[in-house]
């Protein structure tokens, strides 16, 4: 385990530049751990993606960046995976996003296209967050790669997504959190700047160290602010740990990444029933897209004429 020092902070700058990473921090006097994010560039990508607007972009980023905090769940750099849905009432609709231990996320909402709600806070125009997600309920699947996936819901508390996220860590994982997600979104509907982070203590935790992050999150400004400023992840590591020695535990790069391919489109038509297929065919053709990056993978009359080939030799 290595000091968070001016030096590991140049090798770190050095190393990811402007990349998204995450990293993972422990005082060293005391029984906290923290994950601290950028995820300023899947953020826009994702919003390039799905085309989103505004409002939908901070929505979906959110849920990204939240997904990706909630990985501290699994076993770091694995194939292990957590699927976060809000289903609220809102005219979002649908929000999904899924994240593997290795950094790699991906994520919709189902309608992108959502109007832009804001509300004051402090004299400042805000994205109202919550009324474009409504009430309802947050689930949190976590898949360890073997036997059935462990799925968890609770209500939502707020919509704004970080604590609600904190409220599922309370009620279903009984594990005390901070959580703290952003995304700032610019005049041209670009993702400037977002990030989050999920400071959580470990057992043995001392009463002073606890109300001291508290006190030191209560300090802290938005992260998308800290983000935009050019605070990187070991800045506000050391912002969450003020009057700590930060240790680094681990790195992790993040990128948005889906896993679909026009194999796996594929083998969507291939459960179609058979007169549908058929009809498919007849239409010349079917675009298949997929729901979590937008990615369309279209089939020819040909291609389809095979996969119902295959299709009945399945059955037979
Ligand atoms: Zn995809």
């Given at each position: ?236 590591v050391e912002m969450l740990f003020e009057g700590f020695t ?71």
């Open positions: 385990m290595k000091e968070i020092n001016s030096q590991v902070k140049d090798d770190l700058k050095n190393y990811f530049q402007d990349r998204d990473y995450g990293v993972v921090a422990v005082p060293k006097e005391d029984a906290i751990r923290a994950l601290v994010v950028k995820t300023t560039n899947l953020c826009e990508i994702a919003r390039l993606r799905h085309k989103t607007s505004p409002i939908a972009t901070a929505v979906l980023g959110r849920a990204l960046t939240g997904a990706i905090l909630l990985t501290s769940l699994l076993k770091h750099g694995t194939e292990q995976r957590i699927l976060l849905k809000i289903e609220g009432d809102g005219p979002i609709g649908l929000v999904v996003a899924e994240a593997n231990a290795k950094g790699e996320v991906r994520g919709f909402v189902q309608n992108p296209n959502v109007p832009t709600f804001t509300k004051k806070v402090n004299g400042t125009k805000k994205f109202d967050i919550a009324k474009a997600v409504g009430k309802g309920t947050l689930t949190v699947v976590k898949d360890f790669g073997f036997g059935t996936p462990y799925e968890s819901t609770v209500p939502l508390v707020s919509g704004e997504i970080a604590e609600d996220i904190a409220y599922y860590l309370l009620k279903s994982e009984q594990i005390p959190s901070a959580v703290s997600l952003g995304v700032l979104v610019g005049e041209t509907g670009k993702v400037e700047a977002a990030g989050g982070f999920l400071a959580q203590p470990l057992p043995g935790v001392t009463e002073e160290a606890i109300s001291r992050l508290e006190e030191n999150v209560k300090k802290m400004p938005p992260i998308s602010t800290l983000v935009k400023n050019g605070k990187r992840p070991e800045d506000i930060p240790n680094l535990l681990a790195l992790k790069e993040l990128s948005f990444k889906c896993k679909c391919s026009k194999e796996v489109a594929e083998g969507g038509i291939l459960v179609f029933p058979e007169d549908e297929i058929e009809a498919l065919i007849k239409e010349g053709g079917v675009s298949i897209k997929c729901n979590f990056c937008n990615e369309e993978y279209f089939f020819n009359k040909e291609e389809l004429e095979k996969i119902l080939e295959e299709r009945k030799k399945n059955t037979n």
